[in-house]
C-alpha cells in the first residue's frame, strides 16, 4: 500500500515542542481538573464539616437506615430495602427495592453516626467529580467548568442536609446525577463505563423507588445508544461525537469481557432482591407490582406538568436557593405556576427537541443523545409527580421525591446551551456575520444538491448501509493526529503531491487551504471522503474530485483536488477501487 504523508501548515508540530513545555501544559490542565472539581464539591464538603462539628445523630427514618445497615453482616442481613410509605396503598408492609444502602453504611454504621455522614459526604463527592471528568472527557476544559459550575448552583437548590444525608431519598439524587452522565459517555462510545452505570443504577433504583424510572430509561437509552455507535463505527461511518476507549477507525471493539462483568455485577446487586421474592409469599417485588398496577387516586397530569414547568421553567428548581426543600417542593408540585414558567418551559422544551433533531440531521450523536436524556428526565419527572397517590400521607412525600428534579433541570439548560454552541460551532458560523452565514447555508445546499443528483460511484458503499461491497472492503484508510494521509491499495495506487497554501474554496464560506492534489490509476474511485474526528474546533472537509471509471478517456490516472479547513487537524481519507 502506497501511504504519502501531507502535513498541514496550519497545524502546529508537538513533536518539536520542547518537553518542559509540552509538560507544563499538562500540569497546568491538572490543576484545572482539581480546580474544576474541588469548587464542584465545595458545598457538599462545608456541609459535611458542619455535620461532623455538630455532632449530628440519625432519628426517625435515618435510624431505621442506621440499625439496618448493622445488621448486614449478621444472620439477619436485610434483604430488602427502607420502609415505604407505599405500605399505606399495599395494606402489608412494603419496601424499597434493595439493600445496596444499607451495604454502602454497613462498616460505618458499626463507627459510629460520624462515619455514615463522612460516607455519604466523600460518595457524593465522587459523584460530583465523576460529573466533572466525564465532561471533560467529552468536551474539554470548556464543558468541564461548564459543568462545575452548573453542578455548584445546583447543589444550593438542595438542603444542606441531602449533601451528608442517609436518608434513603437524599441518598440517591447526587448519584443519579453521576448515571445521567455516565450512560451519555456511555452511549457516545465509553463502553468501559458499562460495569460502573450498573452498579450507579442498581444503587439509585434500590435507594427510592421514584428513581426506578428514570434510572432505567437512562440505562436503556445509553446501551441502545451503545450499539448503535459500534454499528458505525463497524460500517467504517462513525457519527462526530463518538469516541470512546479504543473506538478507532472502523474497528469496533470486543465488548464480552465488559458484558461479563457488568453482567455479574448485575446478578451480584439484585441476587438479595430475588432471594427475597422467592422466600417470602408475597414478596417485595410483588407487592411493589401490586401497588403500581391498583386502581387510586393520584395527583394527575396536571400537578406532573407543574413540577416539569418548575424543572426547566424560569425561574428553574436548579438555580433557586429554598428556604424549605420540603415544603417548597410539596407547594410547587400542588399548585398552579405563573404563567410566564410555563411559557418559559414550554421554550426551552421546544429548543431542545429542536437541538436533538437538528444534530440528529447534522450527525452529532453526544447532542443528539444529550437532549433524548434533557426529554425523557422531564417525561419521568412529570409521571413521578403524576402518578403519585392522593392519600394524605403519600401527597407528603412529593416534598421530598421530587428532589432529583433540580438535576433533571440543569440537564435540560445545560444541553440547550452546550448543544446549541457546539452545533453552532461545528458549521463555522459567525453570530455576528449574516453574509457568511448566508454563504455557509447556499455551500450545504449545494452540496446537497449534488450529492443527490450525482450519486454515490460504483464500487463504493453508502455510510449506514446494511452491507459493505467488495470495493469497499478492500479501502485502506489513514489518518493522524496533526496531519492527514492518503492511502491507496495494492490495484489501486496513487501519487500524491503536497501542497499547502491558500487556494479558492470549491464551495463558499469558511477559511479553506489546498492541502494537495494527486492522480489514481484508471479503474479507481478517487472521490476522497473526509471526516472530522474529535476536535470541537475542527469543522468537516471538503473536497472535489471525479471518478476514475475504468473505459476513462485517460487511461492511465485521473487527477484530483484536495481541500479542507485551515484549522483542521483530525481527518480521514479513503481510496477503494
Not at 360 to 368: M, T
Request: proline share 6%; glycine share 10%; hydrophobic share 45%.
Amino acid at each position: 500500500m502506497a501511504l504519502v504523508d501531507a502535513f498541514a501548515s496550519s497545524a502546529p508540530d508537538r513533536s518539536q515542542a520542547h518537553p518542559y513545555a509540552i509538560g507544563g501544559e499538562r500540569t497546568l490542565r491538572a490543576a484545572a481538573t482539581v480546580a474544576a472539581c474541588v469548587g464542584a464539591c465545595l458545598p457538599i464538603i462545608v456541609s459535611t464539616l458542619r455535620a461532623l462539628s455538630a455532632g449530628a445523630v440519625p432519628n426517625g427514618d435515618r435510624a431505621m437506615i442506621a440499625i439496618r445497615s448493622y445488621d448486614v453482616f449478621t444472620s439477619n442481613t436485610p434483604l430488602t430495602g427502607q420502609f415505604s410509605a407505599i405500605t399505606v396503598v399495599t395494606r402489608v408492609a412494603t419496601h424499597s427495592l434493595g439493600p445496596m444502602l444499607y451495604w454502602l453504611l454497613a462498616v460505618p454504621s458499626r463507627i459510629g453516626p460520624p462515619a455514615m455522614n463522612l460516607t455519604m459526604g466523600i460518595v457524593n463527592c465522587a459523584c460530583v467529580a465523576g460529573c466533572v471528568l466525564i465532561a471533560r472527557r467529552r468536551g474539554g476544559q470548556t464543558l468541564m467548568f461548564a459543568v462545575a459550575t452548573a453542578l455548584a448552583l445546583m447543589l444550593l437548590s438542595l438542603g444542606t442536609e441531602v449533601y451528608h444525608d442517609i436518608f434513603n431519598a437524599s441518598a440517591g439524587v447526587l448519584p443519579l446525577t453521576l448515571l445521567i452522565s455516565m450512560c451519555w459517555s456511555l452511549g457516545c462510545g465509553d463502553y468501559r463505563l458499562l460495569p460502573a452505570a450498573v452498579v450507579v443504577a442498581s444503587f439509585v433504583a434500590q435507594a427510592e423507588m421514584t428513581f426506578l424510572g428514570p434510572a432505567v430509561l437512562l440505562v436503556v437509552v445509553g446501551c441502545l445508544a451503545l450499539a448503535f455507535t459500534l454499528d458505525r463505527v463497524r460500517r467504517g461511518c462513525p457519527w462526530e461525537g463518538m469516541r470512546g476507549a479504543k473506538l478507532r477507525g472502523d474497528r469496533a471493539p470486543r465488548l464480552w469481557k465488559w458484558t461479563l462483568a457488568s453482567a455479574v455485577l448485575l446478578v451480584v446487586c439484585w441476587a438479595p432482591v430475588a432471594i427475597q421474592e422467592a422466600i417470602s409469599h408475597p414478596g417485595n417485588l410483588t407487592l411493589v407490582g401490586r401497588a403500581a398496577l391498583k386502581h387510586k387516586r393520584v395527583l394527575g397530569p396536571a400537578d406532573g406538568w407543574h413540577a416539569v414547568v418548575h424543572a426547566v421553567g424560569v425561574p428553574p428548581w436548579w438555580l433557586t436557593v429554598p428556604k424549605d426543600t420540603f415544603f417548597e417542593r410539596l407547594t410547587d408540585v400542588t399548585t398552579v405556576p405563573s404563567t410566564f414558567s410555563q411559557v418559559t418551559a414550554m421554550a426551552i422544551l421546544a429548543a431542545i427537541l429542536a437541538v436533538t433533531v437538528f444534530s440528529v440531521v447534522r450527525r452529532r450523536l453526544d447532542v443528539a443523545l444529550a437532549g433524548i436524556f434533557a426529554l425523557g428526565l422531564c417525561l419521568a419527572l412529570g409521571s413521578v409527580a403524576g402518578e403519585n397517590p392522593k392519600n394524605h400521607l403519600l401527597a407528603l412525600s412529593v416534598g421530598y421525591t421530587m428532589w432529583w428534579g433540580s438535576p433533571a433541570g440543569m440537564w435540560a439548560w445545560l444541553t440547550l446551551a452546550c448543544g446549541a454552541v457546539a452545533l453552532l460551532a461545528r458549521r463555522g458560523l459567525a453570530l455576528g456575520d449574516p453574509a457568511r452565514r448566508v454563504s455557509a447555508v447556499i455551500g450545504v445546499c449545494a452540496r446537497s444538491c449534488r450529492r443527490s443528483s450525482t450519486g454515490f460511484p460504483p464500487g463504493s458503499a453508502k455510510c449506514g448501509s446494511p452491507g459493505r461491497t467488495a470495493g469497499a472492503r478492500s479501502t485502506s484508510r489513514a489518518r493522524s493526529r496533526t496531519n492527514f494521509a492518503v492511502a491507496g491499495s495494492a490495484r489501486c495506487s496513487i501519487a500524491h503531491t503536497s501542497v499547502s497554501g491558500p487556494s479558492t474554496s470549491p464551495w463558499p464560506g469558511g477559511d479553506i487551504r489546498r492541502f494537495g492534489s494527486g492522480t489514481a490509476a484508471s479503474g479507481c474511485d478517487a472521490r476522497i471522503s473526509w471526516a472530522a474526528f474529535a476536535t470541537r474546533r475542527t469543522q468537516a472537509a471538503q473536497s472535489r474530485s471525479r471518478t476514475c471509471p475504468p473505459d476513462s478517456a485517460e487511461p492511465e490516472s485521473c487527477g484530483y483536488e484536495l481541500f479542507a479547513p485551515s484549522n483542521g487537524r483530525n481527518y480521514e481519507a479513503a481510496l477503494a477501487r
